[in-house]
């Protein structure tokens, strides 16, 4: 019988789990800064910064998902970083 082997995680969602334990001490640490210091201005900092990490590293990790998925089908044409407004018509092209 063979042995079984151990699936690896996959580097991404080991990241998607490090940023979200990073948001998720960060948001703990502000609460309790606000409670010792009695000064809301951590949120003003700690917060923000702590989501838009997490929400980039989301948004990163379900467009890749997304693009393997779109592979997997056969469906790679459908995947591209361009947006169609942003490609050039060849014939309204301005100087």
Known sequence: MKGK???KIETSKILLIVSDAI???CTVAAIVAVFVIKDTTPLVYLIPAAYGLSATSHGFY????KAENLQKFGRLDAVTMEDPQDVPDENNFTV
Not at 62 to 65: F, R
């Open 5 to 7: 082997r151990k699936k």
């Open 23 to 25: 948001t998720g001490i």
């Open 62 to 65: 379900y467009w890749k998902a």
